[in-house]
């Protein structure tokens, strides 16, 4: 079934939903903003007018932000043997976003898989660091007078990976946005030299 492709997606390196999904999959990969929290009804503590989030996806459900089409995005690199884009410790790696729907953003997170976590496994909180690599943030405020919340298309963020992480590791983005509950999940398979 074809459907319009709408929100956003990672096309820089490809994420595991680009290569592995339909456009318009691949960009609804839509579940409450905080990562890592659980919970939903919170509100931004930079933000506080922004809309409170929505229930983020579940531990082992990350990859696909709990959406039943994307599943296969939850298997282990062990069932999947999921494409790896080779990458430098310490180095800088450029994220490319691509938008097919308007939205007032916040930020965006970045979150990598701690040393010693198990690819064997589904993805959860306790394999990533509680605190992104790198953030990017909007600061207009409130976000309904805010014009300058609207990304650019495509949006480019140039981040640093640790120097101290080696071999396989994934890199979750998250796209937060201002005027929903939501954010956007996206995760990227790293072999990291």
Known sequence: MEREARHGTVT???SRAQLHLADWQ?????????????ESGLT????????????????GRIASAGKDFAAKLDEPDAQQDW????????????????YH?????????YFLTKSGWDPGARLTRSQFDLEPIATYQNSGQPYWNAEDLLPE???VHSITLPGD???YHVLLSVWEVADTGNAFYQVIDLNIS
């Open 12 to 14: 820089r390196p490809e």
């Open 26 to 38: 691949a960009a609804g990969l839509e579940a409450g903003k905080f990562f890592p929290a659980t």
């Open 44 to 59: 931004d503590p930079y933000a506080p007018d922004d809309v409170p989030n929505f229930e983020p996806p579940q531990d």
């Open 83 to 98: 494409r790896k884009h080779p990458v430098s410790a310490g180095k800088a790696l450029d994220i490319t976003w691509h």
């Open 101 to 109: 729907a308007e939205h007032k953003t916040r930020r965006w997170n």
């Open 153 to 155: 298309n495509p949006t």
């Open 165 to 167: 992480r080696h071999g």
